[in-house]
């Protein structure tokens, strides 16, 4: 079975327009080996016993920043190191699948509801990956408001039952259950998920970066397979 993890990043600045959807499809049997070495980062940076607490998650946002949890860490290069500790971890190619969906906002139609869409083309991409592998999946996300957890648990029950609503639509067979969500502090593979969408997102930047930033994004394309999906959809074509 593949536990699908996934995380967003909105659009924010002129030189990050688009909004991400992106998940790590990971074979259950990779499943403990992925936590044992986050577990161990975690002593390394937080001390031992540090169990699963806001105050001992990895967020790639505040890593990079100083911010949270991080902002005793007033060594940026440490920091970054943490950031390709955590990226080195999860580039594991038998056992680590990353999926992602780009929408350049700006060219959806007025109405268009972002995170459904990106929801849609991430349900097909991950249906399609488990279904030629002959497994299923099992989603789980990052719990932040109620609101947008039913609006999604919905949808995914719509498309596996009539699939998914366009004229070209797929059915969607090889997804189990319903859309799991947990608050990402509880989860150490919802926050590898989240570093594996910051540091996408950072390699489709425009503008100039911090020569720390352009080091990271340096690392993830020239010493790991992380810089590629297994399955994506970015819209529109480039």
Same mark, same amino acid.
């Given at each position: 079975?593949?536990?699908?993890?996934?995380?967003?990043?909105?659009?924010?600045?002129? !030189?990050?327009?688009?909004?991400?959807?992106?998940?790590?499809?990971?074979? !259950?049997?990779? %499943?403990?080996?992925?936590?044992?070495?986050?577990?161990?980062?975690?002593?390394?940076?937080?001390?031992?016993?540090?169990?699963?607490?806001?105050?001992?998650?990895?967020?790639?946002?505040?890593?990079?920043?100083?911010?949270?949890?991080?902002?005793?860490?007033? *060594?940026?290069?440490?920091?970054?190191?943490?950031?390709?500790?955590?990226?080195? %971890?999860?580039?594991?190619?038998?056992?680590?699948?990353?999926?992602?969906?780009?929408? !350049?906002?700006?060219?959806?139609?007025?109405?268009?509801?972002?995170?459904?869409?990106?929801?849609?083309?991430?349900?097909?991409?991950?249906?399609?990956?488990?279904?030629?592998?002959?497994?299923?999946?099992?989603?789980?996300?990052?719990?932040?408001?109620?609101?947008?957890?039913?609006?999604?648990?919905? *949808?995914?029950?719509?498309?596996?039952?009539?699939?998914?609503?366009?004229?070209?639509?797929?059915?969607?067979?090889?997804?189990?259950?319903?859309?799991?969500?947990?608050?990402?502090?509880?989860?150490?593979?919802?926050?590898?998920? !989240?570093?594996?969408?910051?540091?996408?997102?950072?390699?489709?930047?425009?503008?100039?970066?911090?020569?720390?930033?352009?080091?990271?994004?340096?690392?993830? *394309?020239?010493?790991?397979?992380?810089?590629?999906?297994?399955?994506?959809?970015?819209?529109?074509?480039?």
């Amino acid at each position: 079975m593949l536990l699908t993890y996934f995380d967003e990043v909105k659009p924010t600045h002129s !030189d990050q327009p688009f909004y991400w959807l992106g998940w790590l499809m990971v074979d !259950d049997q990779a %499943i403990p080996e992925l936590e044992q070495e986050v577990n161990s980062l975690a002593v390394a940076c937080f001390g031992k016993g540090t169990g699963l607490t806001k105050q001992t998650e990895f967020h790639a946002t505040d890593i990079a920043s100083g911010r949270g949890n991080f902002k005793r860490a007033r *060594n940026p290069a440490i920091r970054f190191d943490i950031l390709k500790e955590l990226v080195t %971890i999860y580039d594991k190619p038998d056992g680590v699948y990353p999926v992602a969906v780009r929408l !350049d906002v700006k060219q959806l139609y007025a109405g268009t509801n972002m995170e459904d869409l990106a929801l849609v083309y991430l349900i097909e991409r991950i249906n399609q990956f488990s279904k030629s592998n002959h497994t299923c999946a099992m989603l789980i996300g990052d719990f932040e408001k109620e609101k947008a957890v039913n609006r999604a648990v919905q *949808n995914l029950a719509r498309y596996r039952q009539d699939g998914t609503p366009y004229a070209f639509g797929q059915d969607i067979v090889s997804l189990i259950d319903t859309i799991h969500f947990a608050h990402s502090h509880h989860s150490r593979l919802l926050q590898l998920a !989240d570093t594996y969408m910051r540091s996408q997102q950072l390699r489709h930047r425009t503008s100039a970066q911090s020569s720390l930033r352009a080091d990271l994004v340096k690392f993830i *394309n020239e010493e790991t397979d992380t810089h590629w999906e297994h399955k994506y959809k970015y819209w529109p074509s480039a």
